[in-house]
């Protein structure tokens, strides 16, 4: 039977949880406590932190009687989030916790899968959650008050979390409209193309698009490994500069990851990788002085790739895309990768774009199933849209 897990520290945040857990009972959820605390619970638990613990890696018990709550609340997170992603019986997840309540909980909670409902009650979840939510859809609720024992302002904000959990949990799956999903990813710069490839394909595809900012990208791979995606039309691959080279929308080193893990069929270009991505000017790192820049708007600024990394970030992809053993087609637009490399445009720079193409087809070792292919068009031109579409439905199949 599928149940809701209400998880935090036991030994701290005990009423709290014996409280959230009556309350999914009494909305018709299926509670079970599960206790990720280091010390001594101050209620019982349905699943004890001693049995979270045990799916941690070697020394992770240790950890947790260590008394240095630091690397306890490190080897619980790793702990539980292996314990999290081996369970099947998981309908939804409500978490409360402070600061290390929040880092444990929300640690294994990024790891479940997309869609799977996720509640975390936080008292910091009023700032910057980035760091707890990363790329999952996991829905943070401010705690108003502090958790020490329930009061007349946490007794409420727990009953709605405890509401929201079981509406969540209990909905009915919606249905599809049967046709499969596949990513995409698109700038500003690349919009043109990628939205005639909507076009394109929508009939056909439920197309979801993703802004190429260092955040799109690492969505679109989660929703890849997560097995929600069948397929991966990747044009717009510029997260991979400000990864190289110190921009503020970087991809992770594990930037095609996904692909490779799948072996998703995949159709990717070289998208905006003539720039690397700035708040305004003032922000900039001095040791780029001097170089050339783009004003996008008041707040973002480009910087133009030079050959030299372009070469790198050929290189970079390259052995990435070798790692992809899946059908892989990745295409060249030879007559400029952005809106801005365009004949006259402010980006335009064939030496640089030269030294990208060519370190990819040094690097890549092409197979019959991962081939790169040259087009003598603009990568926002329709031809060049009607080239990838083709690739991918021949793929697809």
Not at 192 to 210: A, M, P, R, W, Y
Not at 254 to 278: E, H
Request: proline share 5%; with cysteine.
């Amino acid at each position: 039977m599928k149940r809701i897990y209400v998880v935090g520290t036991a030994d701290t945040k005990g009423e709290e949880l014996a409280y959230l857990a009556e309350r999914i009972a009494a909305a018709g959820g299926n509670p079970v406590i599960v206790d990720v605390g280091t010390k001594t619970p101050a209620i019982e638990p349905g699943i004890k932190a001693a049995d979270v613990a045990r799916h941690g890696p070697a020394g992770t018990v240790e950890a947790l009687a260590s008394g240095d709550r630091g690397r306890a609340v490190a080897a619980m997170a790793e702990a539980f989030t292996q314990f999290a992603t081996s369970r099947d019986d998981i309908a939804g997840i409500i978490g409360i916790g402070g600061g290390g309540g929040t880092s444990i909980v929300t640690a294994g909670m990024r790891e479940l899968p997309l869609g799977l409902p996720k509640i975390m009650v936080s008292t910091l979840a009023s700032g910057d959650v980035a760091p707890y939510v990363g790329v999952s859809d996991v829905m943070m609720i401010p705690s108003i008050t502090d958790m020490a024992g329930l009061n007349d302002i946490s007794r409420v904000v727990l009953a709605n979390a405890a509401a929201a959990i079981v509406a969540m949990a209990a909905r009915p799956v919606e249905a599809r409209d049967g046709k499969p999903a596949i990513g995409l990813t698109m700038f500003g710069v690349t919009t043109s193309c990628v939205t005639q490839i909507v076009e394109k394909l929508k009939g056909d595809f439920d197309c979801l698009v993703f802004h190429a900012t260092g955040t799109g990208g690492r969505t679109m791979e989660k929703l890849a490994d997560s097995g929600l995606l069948s397929g991966v039309m990747d044009i717009t691959t510029t997260e991979v500069c400000d990864f190289l080279f110190g921009g503020v929308l970087p991809a992770t080193g594990d930037r095609f990851g996904a692909i490779a893990r799948t072996r998703l069929p995949y159709v990717g270009s070289v998208g905006a990788l003539d720039m690397v991505n700035f708040w305004a000017p003032e922000t900039i790192p001095e040791k780029h002085r001097g170089r050339l820049f783009y004003n996008h708007n008041s707040n973002v600024t480009l910087m133009r790739t030079t050959a030299e990394e372009c070469q790198a970030i050929g290189e970079w992809i390259g052995g990435k895309l070798n790692a992809c053993e899946g059908p892989v087609r990745f295409l060249i637009p030879e007559k400029g990768v952005s809106a801005l490399d365009i004949e006259g445009g402010a980006f335009r720079d064939p030496e640089a774009d030269a030294a990208l193409f060519s370190a990819l087809e040094a690097t890549v070792r092409q197979t019959a199933s991962r081939r790169i292919e040259r087009l003598p068009l603009h990568i926002n031109d329709p031809e060049f849209a009607e080239a990838a579409v083709a690739a991918f439905r021949e793929i697809i199949r």
